[in-house]
Structures are given as structure tokens and as C-alpha cells.
């Protein structure tokens, strides 16, 4: 089956940055739309980040425009996000998830249309 690893987060201080991976393992990993998405404590989980199959098409959450960069490496089967200037806020629980079949432009930010999903991994921002 397919399966999703989370690695690369830590705890950092306000302004650092940090690059978390994802490895996707059991599957064509190209066959894939792949998003990042965090849950804080007490909030529901929240999109962060989605780039297409082929890299061709990328998309942010207007809280982290501008500070996190999403890409992928269909050779190493990896996604990666780039998180620059981290705040406090930005802690939580990251999780990747891979997205197959025909995706249209809303599904990009909806948690229920990702069929695969890793464990997470912690972010923490110290202020």
C-alpha cells in the first residue's frame, strides 16, 4: 500500500527555517497531487500547500504565501515544504497527503479528497 514519511521538524526559534520531506513509498509517486497540510492544538487541519503531479501547478495558504515554498522530486518520490521567517502560529502537527485521480481546482484544499496520509511530524516556533 502506499505509505507517506514525514521528516524534518523540530523545534526553532521566530525567523528560522526549516525544511520538512515527505517519502512516499508503494505507489507512482508521479501519479500523485501531493499537499501539505497542519493541525494546531484544538483547531481542525488546515491546508497549507498542494503542488501538481508534474510541479506545474503550486498553491499556498494565504497565511504562509510568501514564507513557504512547496516542491517535489519525482525521482527521489519526495515533496518537500520550505518554511522561511517561521512564527509562533505556524506551530503544529504537519502532514503530507497524496491525491490521485482527476482533481479539480477545490479539491486542492479539501483534507477529505486526499487518499493517502502520513503520521506527521512537529513544528514548534518559540517566540
Known amino acids: 500500500q502506499v505509505q507517506l514519511v514525514e521528516s524534518g521538524g523540530g523545534t526553532v526559534q521566530t525567523g528560522d527555517s526549516l525544511r520538512l520531506s515527505c517519502i512516499v513509498s508503494?505507489?507512482?509517486?508521479?501519479?500523485?497531487?501531493m499537499g501539505w497540510f497542519r493541525q494546531a492544538p484544538g483547531k481542525e487541519r488546515e491546508f497549507v500547500a498542494h503542488?501538481?503531479?508534474?510541479?506545474?501547478?503550486?498553491d499556498t495558504a494565504d497565511s504562509v504565501k510568501g514564507r513557504f515554498t512547496i516542491s517535489r522530486d519525482n525521482a527521489k518520490n519526495t515533496v518537500y515544504l520550505q518554511m522561511n521567517s517561521l512564527k509562533p502560529e505556524d506551530t503544529a502537527v504537519y502532514f503530507c497527503?497524496?491525491?490521485?485521480?482527476?482533481?479539480?481546482?477545490?479539491?486542492?484544499?479539501?483534507?477529505?479528497?486526499?487518499?493517502?496520509w502520513g503520521q506527521g511530524t512537529q513544528v514548534t516556533v518559540s517566540s
Open positions: 497527503a497524496a491525491q490521485g485521480g482527476t482533481i479539480s481546482i477545490v479539491m486542492r484544499y479539501d483534507s477529505e479528497k486526499y487518499q493517502y
Open positions: 503542488i501538481s503531479r508534474r510541479s506545474d501547478i503550486s
Open positions: 508503494g505507489g507512482s509517486f508521479a501519479r500523485y497531487a
